[in-house]
Nanobody, 121 residues
Framework: QVQLVESGGGLVQAGGSLRLSCVASGRIFSSYVMGWFRQAPGKEREFVAVISRSGSSTTTAEPVKGRFTISRDNAKNTVYLQMNSLKPEDTAVYYC??????????????WGQGTQVTVSS
């Protein structure tokens, strides 16, 4: 079992920045691929970014490419999502996830409870 707890969400003006953190407990963090997803009101959950076990490989969704960066610190059992140049359309609940496969689909084994990000115009 892996428990995931996100933090760092909040209210920010358009153009601002936030850094989300997701701390994992339980089994060995470095054995999991980590992903970030988001879900806006009335919309389906969508992929944001994924990072490999070592952190050497990442993939970022087109709507956030160049603005969001995923990273991880295996010594701290933490994955991060640095979000810059935020837009109102980035408003959503952001979830981190842990799984066995490097994928942009929602095929992850463990999910956090989510953290709200609200971007005002």
């Amino acid at each position: 079992q892996v428990q995931l707890v996100e933090s760092g969400g909040g209210l920010v003006q358009a153009g601002g920045s936030l850094r989300l953190s997701c701390v994992a407990s339980g089994r060995i963090f470095s054995s999991y691929v980590m992903g970030w997803f988001r879900q806006a009101p009335g919309k389906e959950r969508e992929f944001v970014a994924v990072i490999s076990r070592s952190g050497s490989s990442t993939t970022t969704a087109e709507p956030v490419k160049g603005r969001f960066t995923i990273s991880r610190d295996n010594a701290k059992n933490t994955v991060y999502l640095q979000m810059n140049s935020l837009k109102p359309e980035d408003t959503a609940v952001y979830y981190c996830a842990a799984g066995a496969f490097f994928t942009i689909t929602a095929q992850y084994d463990y999910w956090g409870q989510g953290t709200q990000v609200t971007v005002s115009s």
